[in-house]
């Protein structure tokens, strides 16, 4: 099994600043690696498959980096509605898919 | 516009049964492979099950493995999750989610809630 190691737990940032979030994967995942978005409530929303394409209606200032086991979630300016939890996914080797454990971004 | 919306969960007795429900529109059903993903305070979110389009393939955590079912009609547009011998650890929020294949889940449903407890 894949594990999948977020870093930092949590991130706190102002509203206009870079956020930046790291996955770590324990072994190859390629580019087969989502970013996920959660808020109080809700249910995960896709932001980013393929490692680096964003989903339909994400917003430019979120971008995906990153290959094999080191990647990177930028946030380059931070919105009010951007204070949320992040989650990536890795999709290549399954079953079974795993998720990181989270990174929280709150307001600083 | 693409919804999933699931039902079903509830308080149930360790040992007990429970089948989810999840109802999609707005997108050919049959077309998607679909998921299930439960989520807990403690462990996160974790995959449960997955069916590819045609039911034909399905894949389970080993966590769930032999106790839960999943199951799908396409001509109801509806994915199905039984759950059998329940455990306390198997409370959690329980999602059903879309996916382009055996690959990532890009449409999520609200969630459904269960908790098991005595």
Redo the contacts between chains.
């Keep these: 099994e894949i594990v999948m190691t977020q870093s930092p737990a949590t991130l706190s940032v102002s509203p206009g600043e870079r956020a930046t979030l790291s996955c770590r994967a324990s072994q190859s995942v390629r580019s087969n690696l989502a970013w996920y978005q959660q808020k109080p409530g809700q249910s995960p929303r896709l932001l980013i498959s393929g490692a680096s394409t964003r989903a339909t209606g994400i917003p430019a200032r979120f971008s995906g980096s990153g290959s094999g086991t080191e990647f990177t979630l930028t946030i380059s300016s931070l919105q009010s509605e951007d204070f949320a939890v992040y989650y990536c996914l890795q999709y290549n080797n399954w079953p079974p898919w795993t998720f990181g454990q989270g990174t929280k971004v709150e307001i600083k | 516009q693409v919804q999933l919306v699931e039902s079903g969960g509830g308080l149930v007795k360790p040992g007990g049964s429970l089948r989810l429900s999840c109802a999609a529109s707005g997108f050919t059903f049959s077309d998607y492979y679909m998921?299930w993903i439960r989520q807990t305070p403690g462990k996160?979110?974790?995959?449960v099950s997955?069916s590819s389009s045609s039911g034909s393939s399905i894949?389970?955590?080993?966590s769930v493995k032999g106790r839960f079912t999943i199951s799908r009609d396409n001509a109801k547009n509806s994915l199905y999750l039984q759950m059998n011998s329940l455990r306390a650890e198997d409370t959690a929020v329980y999602?059903c989610a879309r996916s382009p294949g055996?690959?990532?889940?890009?449409?999520?449903?609200?969630?459904t809630t269960v908790t098991v407890s005595s």
């Design positions: 998921s996160g979110l974790e995959w997955y894949y389970y955590a080993d999602f055996f690959s990532h889940m890009d449409v999520w449903g609200q969630g």
